[in-house]
């Protein structure tokens, strides 16, 4: 390998685990030419330090606040150059069973340098995680969708998210600001959202947080169908016949 | 001293007649018992009403009787071999059957039934709720009680275990002294969580012992973890079981403060109020769709079954949310070393060891201590070993 120093990101929400595994990248440094590029307190804040440089591997720990490692494993598939990921976790025995059958990278915490130092050394062999071993895992819902823009990738949260509506190959993507597109597919997003968002026709789902009321409107041919009316964003959607009951669930919630 | 192998069989020991659960259940079961009889009596539904209403009278006098000079003799017979006192309650039975017999003699014109039939039922009675007791002791039998207790404390969380370590490494090259103090404090912790934890333990070494806790996580967490104690009232001397406050921090750190990035605040306030001891413990409410909340359950539900093992139905223990703040309130009995009395608890064979500073000056010393605020353990001083070895 004529590649230089291997760049390294650490992202743990405890500063006193990060302080270790720098520690001992440090230990490493005369077996293998490696760099600290950064550390993040939590997949989010690495997201935010990953716009503005790449690295070769995340070192990553799974549960943290705001964005833990297995939602950060999903955003940085969207990266350009999508770096290896190791997870490292203090102890987690069913995660961990899921990870050894799909054959992902993690290191136990506390880490031993050794221990270290090889999975370091496998690295420039070694592949992003895909999407598929992604879906393996037990994850709970994401906090982010993420959109790639102009090759930069942006984090929409998902409680800010009014509604997401199919259009051709892309989903909309309506928050309160503006709209993104997204490649994902909805039915999928339904599954994985299905306590917050709700559907209100063939391509479209509606944040229930976001439903200000419905409106009875007659058409040019004189057919009548509900529209959904939104809290922060002027714009209505229709209801489809097929949906019309939430109509009326959604009502019995507000009224509640 | 404690022995080591404990394999004594379930100790012949009578309830404590001062704890209100033990009152309870005699009132309870002496009552069912007249309502089976008078079923047994009258076929008829109203009849049986009537016969229990008749009955009552003299069966509440007489209970009543009974449960004064009970609460009265119970630290006496505490101190008496089982037979010694199971016959002098058979005696006090009889003497207070006859007793009542008489009043409602005199008090009533028309006669009050055979004074012997009122002194076999009563003697009855005795037997069975004796024989209830007994069963109920060896339900509760330290060998089972002590198998649940262990499996109950046994379960602190390795995800803990396991940052801590990992913690105390990253402070070992830049914080030596740091590192020592943390695994002195680790050191501490788990001797508690691994020792003998059957007996009740001061509550001062409870208190310290969530200090040595909540310094650890505090290694972790730094500032995202702030604690407030409130101890200006803590009565340091009340015996409480051991662990009862460390899980319920540990549970308020992990639901409360691990989920979020921003600082979060646990607050512990202890006092003592109408003979009670109370702790609230609060920390911030997150809701999260992770499966913590069941873990959070078997968290409570171990705490509240041992104080229910410990002390019946004088603690308590409640939970709930209050806006973004989640609160957990305990609620036990202020029991003391040199409070005299029959062992504080009814699970653990009153065989109890004599109090090691047998003054008793007065009426309950320690009760006249505990007006006074006491003082909380100071700061983080170097432990030396602990009140026991």
Redesign the interface.
């Known amino acids: 390998m004529a590649d230089p120093a291997l760049r390294i990101l650490i992202v743990d929400d405890e500063a006193p685990a990060r302080r270790r595994l720098r520690e001992l990248l440090d230990d490493c440094t005369g077996a293998l030419p490696l760099v600290v590029a950064g550390e993040a307190a939590n997949g989010r804040e690495a997201m935010e330090l990953l716009s503005v440089m790449s690295v070769d591997l995340v070192l990553s720990d799974i549960h943290m606040p705001s964005m833990d490692g297995l939602e950060l494993a999903r955003h940085l598939l969207k990266l350009a150059h999508p770096p290896v990921l190791i997870f490292t976790t203090a102890f987690h025995e069913h995660a961990l069973q899921a990870f050894e059958v799909n054959a992902i990278d993690y290191l136990v915490k506390p880490v031993r340098v050794q221990r270290l130092l090889g999975a370091l050394q496998k690295v420039p062999r070694l592949k992003p995680i895909t999407a598929a071993k992604l879906d393996e895992l037990p994850a709970s819902s994401r906090r982010f969708l993420s959109v790639t823009e102009r090759s930069r990738v942006v984090l929409v949260p998902v409680e800010e998210i009014v509604y997401l509506k199919a259009e051709l190959k892309y989903i909309t993507i309506r928050t309160p600001q503006r709209e993104f597109l997204l490649e994902e597919s909805l039915t999928r997003l339904e599954e994985e959202f299905g306590a917050r968002f709700v559907r209100v026709h063939r391509n479209c789902l509606v944040s229930r947080d976001a439903v200000r009321g419905f409106e009875r409107r007659v058409g040019d041919e004189g057919d009548a169908h509900w529209e959904v009316l939104l809290k922060d964003v002027q714009e209505t959607l229709p209801v489809s016949r097929r949906q019309q009951f939430i109509v009326r669930e959604l009502g019995r919630e507000q009224a509640a | 001293m404690r022995p080591i192998i404990r394999q004594n069989p379930v100790p012949l020991a009578l309830p404590d007649f001062r704890n209100l659960g033990t009152v309870l259940r005699i009132l309870l079961a002496a009552n069912a018992l007249a309502l089976a009889a008078a079923f047994v009596r009258d076929s008829r539904l109203t009849e049986v009403f009537d016969t229990f209403v008749a009955m009552a009278g003299p069966l509440e006098l007489q209970l009543l009787a009974m449960l004064t000079l009970l609460y009265l003799l119970s630290p006496w017979l505490a101190r008496q071999p089982y037979t010694t006192g199971a016959c002098v309650i058979a005696a006090l039975t009889v003497l207070t059957a006859i007793a009542v017999h008489l009043v409602i003699e005199t008090v009533v014109p028309q006669p009050a039934g055979s004074l012997f039939r009122h002194v076999v039922l009563g003697l009855g009675t005795f037997g069975i709720l004796l024989y209830y007791f007994r069963l109920r002791a060896k339900a509760l039998s330290p060998a089972i009680t002590e198998a649940r207790l262990q499996a109950l404390q046994a379960r602190i969380r390795?995800?803990f275990?396991?940052?801590s370590?990992?913690?105390v490494?990253?402070?070992v090259?830049?914080e030596p002294k740091q590192a020592e103090v943390a695994l002195e404090d680790m050191a501490d912790l788990f001797r508690v969580l691994m020792r003998d934890n059957r007996d009740l333990a001061p509550l001062a070494d409870e208190v310290e012992l969530c200090r040595q806790y909540l310094a650890l996580e505090k290694?972790?967490?730094?500032d995202r973890l702030e604690v407030e104690w409130h101890l200006q009232s803590m009565p340091a001397d009340a015996l409480v079981p051991p662990l009862v406050l460390q899980p319920l921090l540990e549970n308020a750190v992990y639901h409360g403060i691990?989920?979020?990035?921003s600082k979060g605040v646990v607050c512990v306030n202890i006092f003592l109020k109408g003979g009670e001891v109370h702790a609230i413990i609060r920390n911030p409410y997150r809701v999260d769709?992770?499966g913590h909340h069941s873990g959070n359950k078997m968290a409570l539900g171990n705490v509240r079954e041992r104080l229910a093992l410990h002390f019946d139905a004088e603690a308590s223990l409640e939970s709930r949310v209050r806006g973004e703040t989640y609160e957990v309130h305990i609620r036990l009995p202020y029991r003391t070393d040199k409070a005299a009395g029959p062992a504080a608890a009814p699970a653990k064979g009153a065989a109890s060891t004599p109090s090691a500073a047998p003054r008793n000056g007065g009426e309950r010393p320690a009760e006249r201590r505990a007006a006074r605020p006491t003082a909380t353990p100071a700061l983080r001083t170097p432990r030396t070993e602990a009140s026991r070895g």
């Open positions: 390795p995800h275990l396991f940052n370590i990992n913690a490494l990253s402070l090259r830049a290694l972790r967490l730094t691990e989920p979020s990035s769709g992770g």
